[in-house]
Every structure is written in structure tokens, then in C-alpha cells.
């Protein structure tokens, strides 16, 4: 027997104060309701879903079927993104063959697959579609519901732009650290773009993602694979160092920082310097200290980091 599934809530820290626009750069709180029933039927007639990743709409999923659905902040659009930073008709989606076709309608901030801008791309399962600030995915037709499921449990424990995972995570694996540390140290490196709003006013908010990825790309090979890599806010990043005392730490945060000066990540053929800062703790076994105290310390280093002149690290 099908039950009605229960909803799944998505927890996770959001800023206050917010404007429309940063609700993209944020993993918010959200309720996603799901119908099993509808979801294997779906998958029963091979239909392609649609499911948004980041935003105000964090896991609304359109259904795909022989129709066009356009994508935009209008009213009218088959699916509304209300951001600035979408077009009123930004996008549309409409039946080609057996699978669908993305065409991108004079949009201002312009339409990306996997990363690159397109004109028109034909969709392949997996896709993942940027229209203004927000990150989609397209789920090609057959088992729909395993899909489903998949990439909601990606969305409770990852960062749908980096791909890294998010502060939600980070805090429940942090909490855990401090708990159990038994005679072991903890350390905490955080880390933050140099400049990054100039970015985004200088190139676009888009290029602002590009340099987001591309950064933790480059942390995330360049730390310890044992190291917990998270994004924690807008351009601030932190990676947990169990059993690792601050010297080792500190050497590891070096090592970011160098990796990352030395990478030039690109945006539609122009290269976009970028380097960061890194402030660190170390949690002692023994100590009654809390988490978001320790959190606290290495984010005020960072802080001295970058009034001593950025791309540096303090510890």
C-alpha cells in the first residue's frame, strides 16, 4: 500500500535582513511536500522534472511533460523565480525528440548549463541550470523517484552552487568534534574572498560564482580529504581539523592559501585573480568551551587577517 509521504523540513541557518537577491546565496528553511503517488506516476509515464536547488523555491519540482514551460520572474511564466536577477522571460524548456530542449530568451544576466552560457542546449539527465541566481536541476524521464530522493538528501548536507557542503552540516559535524574530542585536539580554519563584492560589481554576480567554485574546487584538493570543507556563509568557507593540533593546521591553512593565489579561475575567457583570508582555533580536550565559541575565535583571526592586509593567515 502508497501512503501519503510525510514532508521533509530542510533546516539550516539563514541571515536576517536579507534582500531578495542574497535569499539565492542562502540555504534556507523550507518545507518540500511529497506525494509518492504522484511521484511514481511521473515515473511511470517517463516524465521529466524540473527541480529548483536554491532560492525562496528550494525544491519546487515542475513536471516536464509535451508542453513549454518558460522560466521567468513574470507572472505568467510556468515557472516564476522572483530575482532581480532573472528576466521577466528569461528562459523556456519545451519537448524535443525524446528529451527537452533549453532556449534562453534574450534574458540580461543569460542562461548556464553545467557552467557554461548557452544559447540553446539540448538537456541531458543531471544538468544543472543557472538562470540569474538561481540553480536548477534537470531530471531526465524513468526513475524519477529514486532521483528524487537522491537529490534532496544532497540538498540537506551540500552547497547546490560549490558542491561542497553547507553550514548546516558543518554545525551538526562541528557540534560532534567538540563533544567527543577525548584527549584529541580540534582545530577550525576559517576562511573568506579577498574583495569578493568587487568582484560581483565589477563582472557580474555570475562571475561571482564562477569565482566561488572555482575557490573550493581548489580548497577542497588541497586539504586533507580526512578535513571536513564547508561553505558557511556567502563567501566564507571553513574547514574542520579533527585530531589536529593548531600547528598542523596552520601549515594546511598555508597551503590553501598559496593554492588559491596561484589559481587564476576564468569567467567567459577572462581570468579573475582571487585570494583569501584565513583565520584559526584550536579547541583543548578537556576545555567547556562552546562550538560556536570556537567558531567564534577563528573568525575574529580571520578578521585580523584581513585588517593586516588580506591574503594572509592568523592564528
Not at 62 to 72: A, K, N, Q
Not at 201 to 219: E, F, I, K, N, Y
Request: charged share 25%; hydrophobic share 40%.
Amino acid at each position: 500500500m502508497l501512503n501519503r509521504s510525510p514532508h521533509i523540513t530542510i533546516w539550516a541557518g539563514t541571515h536576517t535582513n536579507l534582500a531578495d537577491e542574497e535569499l539565492y546565496e542562502s540555504t534556507l528553511e523550507v518545507t518540500i511536500s511529497r506525494d509518492m503517488r504522484s511521484l511514481i506516476r511521473v515515473a511511470g509515464q517517463q516524465q521529466a522534472l524540473l527541480l529548483v536547488l536554491s532560492g525562496p523555491r528550494l525544491g519546487n519540482r515542475t513536471v516536464l511533460s509535451d508542453t513549454r514551460v518558460e522560466i521567468g520572474r513574470g507572472s505568467n511564466a510556468g515557472l516564476v523565480l522572483d530575482a532581480d536577477s532573472v528576466s521577466r522571460r528569461h528562459a523556456c524548456i519545451e519537448p524535443n525528440g525524446d528529451g527537452h530542449r533549453l532556449t534562453d530568451l534574450g534574458s540580461t544576466n543569460g542562461t548556464y548549463v553545467n557552467g557554461l552560457r548557452v544559447k540553446e542546449h539540448q538537456l541531458k539527465d543531471g544538468d544543472r541550470l543557472q538562470i540569474g541566481k538561481a540553480l536548477l536541476k534537470y531530471l531526465a524521464g524513468g526513475n524519477i523517484e529514486s532521483a528524487y530522493h537522491e537529490e534532496v538528501q544532497r540538498l540537506m548536507s551540500f552547497d547546490a552552487l560549490t558542491g561542497v557542503h553547507n553550514k548546516r552540516y558543518f554545525e551538526e559535524n562541528l557540534r560532534v568534534a567538540v563533544s567527543t574530542a577525548q584527549g584529541s585536539p580540534v582545530s577550525l580554519i576559517v576562511l573568506d574572498i579577498d574583495h569578493f563584492k568587487r568582484v560581483n560589481d565589477t563582472h557580474g554576480h555570475m562571475a561571482g560564482d564562477a569565482v566561488l567554485c572555482a575557490t573550493a574546487l581548489v580548497v577542497k584538493a588541497t586539504a586533507a580529504p580526512e578535513y571536513l570543507f564547508a561553505r558557511v556563509g556567502g563567501e566564507e568557507f571553513a574547514v574542520l581539523c579533527r585530531h589536529t593540533s593548531l600547528a598542523t593546521a596552520k601549515l594546511c591553512a598555508e597551503k590553501i592559501r598559496q593554492a588559491v593565489a596561484s589559481n587564476l579561475p576564468t569567467f567567459e575567457e577572462r581570468s579573475l585573480p582571487v585570494t583569501v583570508s584565513l583565520g584559526l582555533a584550536e579547541f583543548e580536550p578537556g576545555s567547556d568551551e562552546e562550538p560556536e565559541a570556537l567558531y567564534g575565535r577563528a573568525d575574529d583571526m580571520l578578521y585580523r587577517a584581513k585588517d593586516s592586509g588580506r591574503n594572509r593567515v592568523c592564528a
